[in-house]
């Protein structure tokens, strides 16, 4: 499986933001999805996951309210609609790809496959 992210971008504060990562390969429904993001000198950070059938949706308290995730498993994408953003949610984001779970976790090391990035700019 390959994960493209797109969709970042600089944005004010209060803002909206929509990510999308699309997966080449085959089975896209087998998978667990998440997103996670990074900003530089900082460890990775769970942001939100969806598992195969999109029955369990999960996110940091932090995203509550503001973020949703969604699946569309015939198209292979994964969607992260980010509202009302804070200048804290600048960070690059990152897409993944977990094929054993039938919760997808929020430990970034059981994941699979990752996408190369798109950053997210916040601005005050």
């Known amino acids: 499986v390959q994960l493209q992210a797109s969709g970042g971008g600089l944005v004010q504060a209060g803002g909206s933001l929509s990510l999308s990562c699309a997966a080449s390969?085959?089975?896209?429904?087998?998978?667990?999805m998440a997103w996670f993001r990074q900003t530089p000198g900082q460890d990775r950070e769970f942001v939100s996951a969806?598992?195969?059938?999109?029955?369990?949706?999960d996110y940091v308290d932090s995203v509550k309210g503001r973020f949703t995730i969604s699946r569309d498993n015939a198209k292979n994408t994964v969607d992260l609609q980010m509202n009302s953003l804070k200048p804290e949610d600048t960070a690059v984001y990152y897409c993944?790809?977990?094929?054993?779970?039938?919760?997808?976790?929020?430990?970034?090391?059981?994941?699979?496959?990752w996408g190369q990035g798109t950053q997210v700019t916040v601005s005050s």
């Open positions: 969806i598992s195969r059938g999109s029955y369990i949706r």
């Open positions: 390969g085959r089975a896209f429904g087998s998978y667990g």
């Open positions: 993944a790809a977990d094929l054993d779970a039938l919760r997808p976790p929020r430990d970034g090391r059981e994941y699979d496959y």
